[in-house]
Structure formats: C-alpha cells, structure tokens
C-alpha cells in the first residue's frame, strides 16, 4: 500500500472514531455542522499547502495574487485611482497589518503602486503597474489552471452545486452574524471592533 491510500485510511479510521465518540459524548446530537466546518478547515489548508509546494521560487503568494487580481478587476472596470488599503484588507479577509506586509511584497517587486487620494490627503490608493500587469498576464494562467487540476476530480456539474452550497452555507453564516464582523485568516473569527 502506498503512503497516500494510508494517509487515506488513516483519516478515515480517525474520521469515523471521532465520530462515534462525538455521538456518543452528545447523546446522539446531530454533528453535521461540526463536520462541515472541520471538512473546510481542512480544505482550506490543503489548498494552502499545495499551492505553497508547487510555487516556483519567486512566484507570487495566494495573497498576493488575490490582491493583484482584484486590483486589474477594478482597473478593468474603470476604476483608475485604485483601491485604499481598508478595502483590500476585508477583501482578502486580512488584518491591517497583514495588508501593509503584503503590499510592501508587490510594491518592492513594482508589482504596485501607492499614489494619495485626490478626495481624501489621509489615504492612500493602490494601482496595479504595467509591470504587475504582465506578471499577472503570464502567472496567472498557470495558477488558474493549478487551481482548476485540485478540483479536477469533480465533474462541471458537482463543481457548481459545491459553489453554490458553500455560497448558501456562507448566506446562512452572515445571517447570523449580529456585530461588526470581518472574517481574518490571521486569527479564527475574531470581530472587527472598528
């Protein structure tokens, strides 16, 4: 047997005894949303991980595309002047200070750019440069399709039914939320008390 069918097994068999544990600990309640919140933790990381390993020295975090996509979208849109730092933070779900960390990354690399708000002296807007452009136009094709390879072995079909539960699971969660709230990668569900 090979490693990867024993890490298989093994997490199943630990899968199960927890499981039957959990059950018997709460008296039979059902445990479903324990499960699903454990299966996207776990999902989470390894998409993490396996991007990490397979990035070439020098390529670009996740994080760092994100925010670079999401800079060439609003550019694309006709937002020339850019996007202020608040607004990438909740955007790719990150304290301030993560945002100010990753930002000196692609400005260091030129990949950015900070200019002053014209309507507010206070802010600053980042913009992608023409240098982060053509990064994005040769980088960002292989990680789309590295990305597309991890789920590749789901049809078109359940990948689509799987976007829109998770998307109504996440609906669901907002609903609930009753204080400000902004999800952060750099610690669980901690609220944003602004």
Do not use: W
């Not at 999902?43 to 060439?72: D, F, T």
């Not at 692609?106 to 807007?125: Q, T």
């Not at 799987?162 to 400000?180: A, G, H, N, T, Y």
């Amino acid at each position: 047997m090979d490693c990867h069918h024993e890490n298989e097994n093994h997490y199943e068999m630990m899968r199960d005894h927890l499981k039957k544990h959990l059950l018997s600990m709460t008296n039979g309640v059902d445990i479903k949303g324990l499960e699903l919140s454990s299966l996207i933790r776990m999902l989470a990381n390894y998409y993490a991980a396996i991007v990490a390993h397979k990035m070439m020295p020098g390529e670009l975090s996740g994080p760092r595309m994100g925010i670079l996509i999401r800079l060439l979208v609003a550019e694309k849109s006709g937002n020339a002047e850019g996007i202020n730092p608040t607004a990438l933070s909740r955007f790719q779900n990150v304290k301030k200070n993560t945002i100010s960390s990753l930002l000196r990354g692609l400005e260091e690399s030129g990949y950015i750019e900070r200019n002053m708000d014209p309507k507010d002296k206070r802010v600053f807007l980042i913009r992608i440069t023409e240098q982060g452009r053509k990064m994005m136009e040769t980088v960002g094709p292989q990680r789309l399709a590295m990305m597309n390879d991890l789920s590749s072995d789901l049809t078109d079909e359940e990948k689509t039914q799987l976007i829109f539960l998770l998307e109504k699971l996440l609906k669901s969660m907002q609903k609930r939320v009753d204080f400000p709230f902004h999800p952060t990668a750099d610690n669980d569900a901690e609220p944003d008390l602004e």
